[in-house]
Nanobody, 125 residues
Framework: QLVESGGGSVQAGGSLNLSCSAS????????MGWFRQAPGKEREGVAS????????FYADSVKGRFTISEDTMKNTVSLQMNSLKPLDRGIYYC?????????????????????WGQGTQVTVS
């Protein structure tokens, strides 16, 4: 089960922190990913982390602005988003999957993940 929180509305240049609480997952390369979907667009990978290892990947569009992190004690993954732009708006989803040997190439494809949270809205004006 994945439960997101932390979305909201900010002005351009502002910051938001998203959190995803996870339970019931394990695997050699259990990947936690953040995706976003803007109206009329496909769901795109934003950032991912191998839970417990700290290995991370980012989409080029968010490098240097977003940071994904984990809290292994609380089983949560967070996405700190700074210097937000209007193009960053959309519904942000947390996803989880044991990618195994498909890591890291498969992290950014929504089809790689079976488990999804309900999504949280991010609006940047």
């Amino acid at each position: 089960q994945l439960v997101e929180s932390g979305g909201g509305s900010v002005q351009a240049g502002g910051s938001l922190n998203l959190s995803c609480s996870a339970s019931g997952y394990s695997g050699t390369a259990y990947c936690m990913g953040w995706f976003r979907q803007a109206p009329g667009k496909e769901r795109e990978g934003v950032a991912s982390i191998i839970f417990g290892s700290g290995q991370t990947f980012y989409a080029d569009s968010v490098k240097g602005r977003f940071t994904i992190s984990e809290d292994t004690m609380k089983n949560t993954v967070s996405l700190q988003m700074n210097s937000l732009k209007p193009l960053d708006r959309g519904i942000y989803y947390c996803a989880a999957e044991d990618l195994g040997s498909r890591w890291p190439e498969a992290w950014k494809y929504a089809s790689s993940y079976r488990y999804w949270g309900q999504g949280t809205q991010v609006t940047v004006s």
